[in-house]
């Protein structure tokens, strides 16, 4: 399975993905970034990985960009594309051009929480539990077939940065094994547009 990754930031998950993805079956060929500073460009770099930044703020609209970035992409024939802490909302047309193939992982346990602050939004709810989600990408924002969640227990004194440490310590385990299961055709979103692993229904 040959997979594309887009990031903007740190490149934790990525960086997950670089050590735990069994190389017989995937095979991270392209790091893609709207963002040159993005550390986790050195991190691909380093684990010889090629990459290509396309700066956002260098075309005229969203569909000009998502166009150019889908091109980026199918340069390099890849079967999956995994977004991983990629902050941009994705054109529909993107979205359609991947469906079925399409990952993102979220922090929060969906349908809770979708777009920003999710940390702090559990705190101030009050919540107990909170987590991460890895889910198909759909033409709604974190909307998308789930796939696999962690949960972590939301403790007395946490703060939003305690709490989201917590979190992406987990989403480093639920990413790798999604992307594993796609690559090992265990994984596809079903008639009814769930998620479905190994063929359930
Ligand atoms: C993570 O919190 C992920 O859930 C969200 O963006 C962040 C990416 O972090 N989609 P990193 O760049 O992988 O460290």
């Given at each position: 399975?040959?997979?594309?990754?887009?990031?903007?930031?740190?490149?934790?998950?990525?960086?997950?993905?670089?050590?735990?993805?069994?190389?017989?079956?995937c095979?991270?060929?392209?790091?893609?970034s709207?963002?040159?500073?993005?550390?986790?460009?050195?991190?691909?770099?380093e684990?010889g990985?090629?990459?290509?930044?396309?700066?956002?703020?260098?075309?005229?609209?969203?569909?000009?960009?998502?166009?150019?970035?889908?091109?980026?992409?199918?340069?390099?024939?890849?079967?999956?594309?995994?977004?991983?802490?990629?902050?941009?909302?994705l054109?529909p047309?993107?979205?359609?051009?991947?469906?079925?193939?399409?990952?993102?992982?979220?922090?929060?346990?969906?349908?809770?929480?979708?777009?920003?602050?999710?940390?702090?939004?559990?705190?101030?709810?009050?919540?107990?539990?909170?987590?991460?989600?890895?889910?198909?990408?759909?033409?709604?924002?974190?909307?998308?077939?789930?796939?696999l969640?962690?949960?972590?227990?939301?403790?007395?004194?946490?703060?939003?940065?305690?709490?989201?440490?917590?979190?992406?310590?987990?989403?480093?385990?639920?990413?790798?094994?999604?992307?594993?299961?796609?690559?090992e055709?265990?994984?596809?979103?079903?008639?009814?547009?769930?998620?479905?692993?190994?063929?359930?229904?």
């Amino acid at each position: 399975c040959r997979i594309a990754v887009l990031i903007s930031g740190s490149g934790s998950n990525l960086q997950a993905l670089i050590d735990q993805l069994p190389g017989d079956h995937c095979q991270l060929v392209a790091v893609l970034s709207n963002r040159a500073e993005a550390l986790g460009l050195q991190r691909a770099a380093e684990a010889g990985i090629a990459t290509r930044v396309l700066d956002h703020r260098e075309f005229a609209s969203r569909e000009d960009y998502d166009q150019a970035l889908v091109a980026a992409i199918d340069a390099f024939q890849v079967d999956l594309v995994v977004l991983a802490g990629f902050m941009r909302i994705l054109t529909p047309a993107f979205v359609r051009h991947y469906h079925g193939r399409l990952l993102n992982i979220h922090p929060s346990l969906l349908p809770l929480y979708k777009g920003l602050h999710t940390h702090r939004r559990a705190l101030q709810a009050g919540d107990r539990e909170h987590g991460a989600s890895v889910h198909f990408v759909s033409e709604e924002l974190d909307g998308g077939p789930v796939i696999l969640q962690a949960r972590v227990a939301v403790l007395a004194d946490d703060d939003e940065q305690r709490l989201a440490q917590r979190v992406l310590q987990q989403e480093h385990s639920i990413y790798p094994l999604a992307v594993r299961w796609f690559a090992e055709g265990r994984l596809r979103i079903n008639n009814l547009g769930r998620a479905c692993l190994d063929g359930e229904p």
